[in-house]
């Protein structure tokens, strides 16, 4: 228990430092189905499951529009041989335009058991991004002819460290999660390249049975970064038969922090249809796609997952992660 409490006091520092003011950066990754990997925005799930876990997941944003953002992304989680610790491994490639960040992360959690039915975790994701920003691929005609001493014309290539932490509640029905990620503020007089901002997500969600072979499960999920309007998705999924994930998230943005009106808002609202079958009790496959509420409406935007799971026996029943 002693070690359970400096850690959570380690957590808690990391925090608060992760509270200063951070450099100006480009936005997180978007991704729609993080509500089936929770890894990919909260190092404190690894392991959570009690179960290995493979996934990965292939997003175009805003098909057809040029230098719009592409992300990749693979992650694998479980339990270890120590009761109540779970280990994560999180690749990223995400480039938007001429800018690109390959990643790669080190998760490692330990979970507190509250009572027989509720669980803290807490974890931390350890690693190193490598940012490239190739100047020689933007079209010299909307450019000025001058050179903008603020973009470079070459290509530019920066490998920087990155940290992660998270707290994840969850009961059989209930869960909550809040992270920080790009806690560390690298930026030297050489840095020519923007990195994403520091940014905080808290998210939440509940499963109810509607009958013996439907669930309903409503999740929020905020996103922060104190210096841009506020991100909310609200979503709603249907669990059919214990097979079938069908939902809708609808994604927007609020002035909690920041001074704009809400017609500027509404820029930022998006709509979107999220479907995941198991296509064997192992392996399921997830699709989802956006609708822009905005200009873009006519640029939807395709996302596809595919995952993997070990199952194991414990107490003579085999574990399932489908009502998580």
């Given at each position: 228990m002693a070690n359970h409490v400096k850690?959570?006091?380690?957590?808690?520092?990391?925090?608060?430092?992760?509270?200063?003011?951070?450099?100006?950066a480009q936005?997180?990754?978007?991704?729609?189905?993080?509500?089936?990997?929770?890894?990919?925005?909260?190092?404190?799930?690894?392991?959570?499951?009690?179960?290995?876990?493979?996934?990965?997941t292939y997003r175009n944003q805003w098909t057809g529009f040029e230098g719009a953002p592409t992300t990749q992304t693979l992650s694998i989680d479980g339990p270890t041989h120590t009761k109540n610790l779970g280990w994560g491994l999180h690749l990223l490639n995400d480039e938007i335009g001429v800018q690109r960040q390959t990643a790669v992360y080190a998760n490692a959690?330990?979970?507190?058991?509250?009572?027989?039915?509720?669980?803290?975790?807490?974890g931390?994701?350890?690693?190193?991004?490598?940012?490239v920003f190739d100047g020689t691929r933007l079209d010299p005609g909307t450019v000025s002819e001058i050179p903008d001493a603020a973009i470079p014309q070459g290509r530019v290539s920066q490998i920087l460290p990155d940290l992660k932490v998270g707290l994840f509640f969850n009961?059989?029905?209930?869960?909550?999660?809040?992270?920080?990620a790009s806690l560390i503020p690298f930026k030297d007089s050489e840095t020519e390249i923007a990195t994403p901002r520091r940014h905080f997500f808290l998210s939440t969600g509940y499963m109810f049975d509607l009958n013996q072979n439907i669930r309903l499960k409503p999740s929020i999920l905020v996103k922060e970064d104190f210096r841009s309007p506020t991100g909310v998705d609200l979503n709603t999924f249907l669990l059919l038969y214990n097979r079938l994930w069908f939902g809708a998230s609808y994604r927007t943005a609020l002035p909690m922090?920041?001074?704009?009106?809400?017609?500027?808002?509404?820029?930022?609202?998006?709509?979107?249809?999220?479907?995941q079958v198991y296509v064997t009790q192992k392996f399921r496959v997830g699709y989802s796609y956006d609708m822009s509420l905005t200009a873009l409406r006519n640029y939807?935007?395709?996302?596809?997952?595919?995952?993997?799971?070990?199952?194991?026996?414990?107490?003579?029943?085999?574990?399932?992660?489908r009502n998580l």
């Open positions: 850690i959570l006091r380690i957590l808690v520092v990391l925090f608060a430092l992760s509270a200063a003011p951070a450099a100006m936005q997180a990754p978007q991704y729609t189905q993080y509500i089936f990997n929770e890894l990919v925005i909260n190092p404190a799930y690894a392991g959570s499951k009690q179960i290995l876990n493979i996934n990965t959690s330990t979970r507190i058991d509250l009572d027989h039915f509720s669980t803290l975790s807490l931390v994701a350890v690693g190193a991004s490598q940012y009961t059989e029905r209930y869960y909550a999660g809040l992270s920080a922090f920041t001074k704009q009106e809400m017609k500027q808002l509404d820029k930022r609202n998006a709509l979107a249809v999220i479907a939807g935007s395709h996302e596809v997952s595919l995952g993997y799971t070990f199952l194991q026996k414990k107490y003579g029943r085999i574990l399932t992660p």
